[in-house]
């Protein structure tokens, strides 16, 4: 006789991988539009289906038990064939390409949005470049690329919001270059950041000197150099590495004002891959944690 098996519950377990991937029960809900306590009640059947927990609850978050984390990857795939099978069946299964632009520090929202873009439109083919703000939008513009995440310029407004954010001061632990006059910057070159020029104008506006000894189109080559003890540099909140520490009006240094975070789109109609990434990146991105 033939052992009996159960079966799963597709939106259970769209719930499961939300709270994994958000490591909570709110950002779960957020992320699937739905409430927390559906998202709980799905969870909790769940766990009673499969008779062990999934998660073990530590204050407002969640981590997965060793069950969750064998469950993770097979939910993952039940998942995607779910979908894969209901697009083709229906004909609603979207092809093509999609071109994004990012700037290489804002690379760390990425992986988890676009693994989930992957699974929900796997017929989707994905082109991802690095550049600077500047350059993208320009690439935008042109029609070389369908989207772009950038930070907001006087010379390159516009977009849609995603989120604002704010700008610190990052230095090295154990040094106090900040301490220095005039005070020794690394930025990006003088045409392509804002960061650089938000950073500027709040030390002259407040009397304090200031000097470029580093310039740099790279994000991990300006870390490094701060790490060096031998600079600041101006950086949102999100891209601090703990291997720095944030400089305050406490140790000299004004207050910056925060970026806007955009999503700009190229002109005409956008393909239906672009305005389904589109709206994953804004839901995403405008929901994440500072």
């Known amino acids: 006789m033939a052992a009996q098996t159960g079966s799963f519950d597709i939106d259970a377990l769209r719930s499961f991988l939300a709270v994994a991937e958000h490591s909570g029960f709110t950002g779960a809900a957020n992320a699937t539009g739905t409430t927390q306590s559906t998202v709980s009640m799905r969870v ?5 289906a499969v008779g062990t927990p999934l998660f073990r ?9 060793v069950d969750g984390e064998r469950l993770q990857a097979h939910a993952r795939e039940l998942v995607r064939v779910n979908d894969a099978a209901w697009q083709d069946l229906t004909g609603t299964q979207v092809t093509g390409t999609v071109r994004l632009g990012i700037p290489d520090d804002y690379s760390f929202y990425l992986p988890e949005t676009l693994r989930a ?3 929900r439109h796997p017929a989707v083919s994905l082109e991802v470049r690095c550049d600077l703000s500047v350059g993208l939008v320009a690439q935008v513009r042109r029609g070389d690329l369908d989207l772009a995440i950038v930070t907001r310029q006087r010379n390159s407004p516009g977009g849609t919001l995603l989120r604002r954010e704010p700008l610190v001061w990052a230095a090295a632990h154990g040094s106090f270059p900040e301490h220095t006059d005039p005070v020794p910057l690394t930025v990006f070159p003088r045409e392509a950041c804002v960061f650089r020029e938000h950073a500027t104008r709040a030390l002259t506006e407040t009397g304090r000197r200031w000097r470029v000894i580093h310039t740099s189109k790279s994000v991990s080559g300006q870390r490094a150099f701060v790490g060096s003890g031998l600079a600041v540099t101006p950086l949102t909140a999100s891209m601090l590495p703990a291997d720095l520490r944030m400089a305050t009006a406490a140790d000299g240094l004004p207050d910056l004002p925060p970026v806007d975070i955009a999503l700009h789109r190229a002109p005409g109609r956008p393909p239906e891959p672009a305005r389904r990434l589109a709206e994953i990146l804004r839901t995403r991105l405008q929901r994440a944690e500072p």
């Open 44 to 48: 909790r059947r769940l766990e009673q």
């Open 57 to 65: 609850r530590e204050g407002r978050g969640a981590r997965l038990t």
């Open 117 to 119: 873009f992957a699974e």
